[in-house]
């Protein structure tokens, strides 16, 4: 996907990373603060807000939830030297980053992260024949009841199905993989587990093994 960031005298930078392993226990504060280190271990010269309180401009395109990994996650910050390549920084960068989050690219940020229109999730669950068949049927079934906390209604309950953009279920040995492409970003944003608690309440056993995000898309799918 490709966003964009305003353009002023300083240079915006958007970090494509992933995040794997023992990183997905990392909160998002915590992500936050622990990049925040990495760029100052980093040496690169980034630009600090201004006023009282001083700090590194950092900005999330879609935080993750915890527990979960990514093979596409997105940071934008902004560098005051504009002779830095792109390879530079991904070097000073890859250098500083703790084990489990790896920089895969970096370019300068021309659009902004509120494109974002779609997010995929690869599910692994531990799950029997009876109930893989079992979650196909909730999965195709014409509607999937759920309930939602949202911050001025408190709990509400909707059909989540006609959220589900795509889907698709397969199985190996005693192991299914569940692939879900749906709503992210500022406008709506429908996490995968609210569609695995609407699958437990239906009386589906099974075990989340791991959750990974991939890609994310604005309308367009790009």
Same mark, same amino acid.
């Given at each position: 996907i490709s966003f964009c960031a305003e353009v002023n005298a300083l240079r915006n930078i958007r970090l494509i990373y992933k995040k794997t392993g023992r990183a997905k $226990?990392?909160?998002?504060?915590?992500? /936050?603060?622990?990049m925040t280190r990495v760029l100052k271990r980093s040496g690169l010269p980034v630009w600090f807000t201004e006023g009282f309180n001083p700090h590194a401009f950092i900005t999330f395109a879609l935080p993750l939830s915890l527990g979960f990994e990514s093979r596409y996650d997105v940071m934008d910050f902004r560098v005051t030297d504009d002779n830095l390549s792109n390879d530079e920084i991904l070097s000073a960068l890859k250098s500083a980053l703790p084990t489990d989050i790896? &920089?895969? +690219?970096? $370019?300068? &940020?021309l659009t902004k992260a +509120?494109?974002?229109? !779609? &997010?995929? !999730?690869?599910?692994?669950? &531990?799950?029997?024949?009876? /109930?893989? /068949?079992?979650? +196909?049927?909730?999965l195709n079934a014409d509607e999937i009841i759920t309930e939602k906390t949202t911050k001025k209604?408190?709990? %509400?309950? !909707?059909?989540? %199905?006609? +959220?589900?953009?795509?889907?698709?279920?397969e199985k190996t040995g005693d192991n299914a993989?569940?692939?879900?492409?749906?709503?992210?970003?500022n406008i709506e944003n429908i996490n995968p587990t609210i569609i695995l608690d609407a699958a437990e309440k239906q009386g589906i056993e099974f075990d989340v093994l791991n959750i990974v995000r991939g890609g994310i898309f604005d309308n367009n799918m790009n």
């Open positions: $226990y990392i909160s998002h504060l915590d992500l /936050n603060r622990l790896v &920089a895969q +690219k970096v $370019y300068t &940020a +509120k494109i974002i229109a !779609f &997010a995929e !999730f690869d599910i692994d669950l &531990a799950i029997d024949d009876i /109930n893989y /068949n079992k979650f +196909k049927d909730f209604k408190g709990l %509400k309950t !909707f059909d989540v %199905k006609p +959220k589900i953009i795509k889907y698709s279920v993989k569940i692939y879900l492409l749906l709503p992210a970003g």
